[in-house]
């Protein structure tokens, strides 16, 4: 079983910076569509970003565009989210799904278009 973890959530202030990974376990990531979603207290699970087995990367959510960027390392076994002038309403738990069923990927992922699903990572911006 493929198992997702994300790592280098934490707190930080209005305007900083945190670099989020998300790595398969036993596998390389490259062979999946990998995006972020992010969940706020009280708040449905909203799409972040996401980046195509092909490295192609969907738009972004409008909520972050500008702001945040997905890559992969060159060795496909890491998806980075690096998220820039970090606002208060981007705290919220981060998730990364991936999925490998299909080479296909819209430009809109919603939480069904993802198979697997990481714990999360929380990111808490302060003021």
């Known amino acids: 079983q493929v198992q997702l973890v994300e790592s280098g959530g934490g707190l930080v202030q209005a305007g900083g910076s945190l670099r989020l990974s998300c790595t398969a376990s036993?596998?390389?990531?490259?062979?999946?569509?990998v995006g972020w979603f992010r969940q706020a207290p009280g708040k449905e699970r909203e799409f972040v970003a996401a980046?195509?087995?092909?490295?192609?990367?969907?738009p972004y959510a409008d909520s972050v565009k500008g702001r945040f960027t997905i890559s992969r390392d060159y060795a496909k076994i890491t998806v980075f989210l690096q998220m820039y002038n970090l606002k208060l309403e981007d705290t919220a738990v981060y998730f990364c799904?991936?999925?490998?069923?299909?080479?296909?990927?819209?430009?809109?992922?919603?939480?069904?278009?993802?198979?697997?699903w990481g714990k999360g990572t929380q990111v808490t911006v302060s003021s």
């Open positions: 799904a991936a999925d490998g069923s299909s080479t296909y990927l819209t430009d809109y992922p919603s939480s069904i278009d993802f198979s697997l």
């Open positions: 036993g596998r390389t990531i490259g062979q999946y569509n």
């Open positions: 980046i195509r087995w092909s490295g192609v990367i969907t």
